[in-house]
């Protein structure tokens, strides 16, 4: 009877330990935008293979330096890979930002509208947000001529593919120098086909069925090889870090849906 017991007694906390428990489920994906746990990222959308295939765009898809064909966007708050790449970093540099217990100035050319709500969560980021047509930005201005800004203004600024929308893209970029803090940094990102060995541009390509065709988009006026990319920052006068999934770590990647061709431009002053 003891023995009858003694066994019944051990079973049931085995039964406790192993069973009187809610499942924890790890799901497979994060989005550090919006900070969800996802079962999925969403593949980029068939428009655009549409239109590749009806432009016969001439590059592969498959060069692209940033891009996640398969896992592009979140399900919840639509954040791209890249702009999960810029979250990563950014909660990064805001970590140690913080303990300094100052505010810094934050410049967003062409925000993103989950990623904008992301950097204002910070309470130590002054935030403003600029674009030339874009409606809800606090100024409306032309990237090559940053005029309403004092130079040296900005800690921090976000530049994320705009300057393949921009003729002067050596002019933006040294507006951006420009404005820049000291010690201060910026991401700068662009469209990148790692076959090409130099920036690839053409005046005469203005029609829409050109631009998708070279440029991967009808509002393109040029789509950029790493090399040309790299000397245009240079030539501004930049410091350049490219951070790659050396420097966030191969699992970072896969959590996030970070492609492991990604690269983050991170340039100073």
């Not at 066994?7 to 330990?17: A, E, G, H, M, N």
């Not at 060069?63 to 950014?90: G, H, K, M, Q, V």
């Amino acid at each position: 009877m003891k023995i009858k017991t003694r066994i019944q007694t051990k079973l049931k906390k085995v039964i406790k330990k192993y069973f009187n428990k809610t499942p924890i489920v790890e799901l497979p994906v994060h989005c550090p935008v919006c900070r969800n746990d996802v079962s999925h990222f969403d593949r980029l959308s068939d428009y655009y293979l549409m239109e590749f295939d009806k432009y016969q765009y001439v590059h592969s898809i498959f060069r692209a330096e940033t891009l996640n064909l398969f896992s592009y966007s979140c399900p919840i708050c639509c954040a791209s890979d890249r702009d999960r790449l810029y979250a990563l970093y950014l909660e990064q540099r805001f970590a140690n930002m913080i303990k300094m217990g100052d505010s810094y100035q934050f410049l967003d050319i062409a925000p993103a509208v989950h990623l904008k709500k992301f950097i204002k969560s910070f309470p130590f980021i002054k935030y403003r947000s600029m674009d030339l047509y874009m409606e809800d930005v606090d100024d409306k201005m032309d990237i090559t001529n940053m005029d309403l800004y004092e130079s040296n203004m900005f800690d921090i600024i976000l530049c994320s593919h705009v300057l393949e929308h921009i003729q002067e893209d050596k002019k933006a970029i040294s507006e951006i120098y420009r404005v820049l803090k000291p010690n201060g940094f910026a991401i700068i990102m662009v469209p990148i086909i790692l076959e090409l060995e130099s920036d690839l541009e053409n005046p005469k390509w203005t029609s829409v069925e050109d631009r998708w065709r070279y440029y991967g988009q009808d509002d393109h006026v040029r789509i950029y090889s790493k090399p040309g990319f790299v000397n245009k920052l240079n030539d501004a006068g930049f410091k350049l870090q490219q951070l790659g999934v050396d420097y966030f770590g191969a699992d970072v990647f896969s959590k996030n849906g970070i492609h492991h061709r990604s690269v983050l431009y991170v340039v100073e002053k």
